[in-house]
Nanobody
């Protein structure tokens, strides 16, 4: 069993920055990638960014490319999301996720484990 715990959410003004963290514990040895998704009320959960655990390769949604950076610390089993130049439309609950599969890593269904989420609110 794997547990994911997010931290670092809160309220920030537009144009500001915030860093989210996600600590993984338990049987994490088969991790292929970890990712961040986000969700707003009434909308589907959407892919934000993912990092491949073996080599740190990253991939981003177009909406955050150039503003957000995903990274990982293998020794700490932790993944980070550095968010810069935040916009009100970035307001959402952000979820950390882990997959052991090499299937499409932008899809919700590819992920085996999820955190409970952390709220990020960007005020205008």
């Amino acid at each position: 069993q794997v547990q994911l715990v997010e931290s670092g959410g809160g309220l920030v003004q537009a144009g500001g920055s915030m860093r989210l963290s996600c600590a993984a514990s338990g049987r994490t040895f088969s991790t292929y990638a970890m990712a961040w998704f986000r969700q707003t009320p009434g909308k589907e959960r959407e892919f934000v960014a993912r990092v491949r655990w073996s080599d740190g390769d990253t991939y981003y949604a177009d909406s955050v490319k150039g503003r957000f950076t995903i990274s990982r610390d293998n020794a700490k089993n932790t993944v980070y999301l550095q968010m810069n130049s935040l916009k009100p439309e970035d307001t959402a609950v952000y979820y950390c996720a882990r997959t052991t599969s090499r299937a499409s890593t932008t899809m919700v269904l590819s992920y085996d484990n999820w955190g409970r989420g952390t709220q990020v609110t960007v005020s205008s």
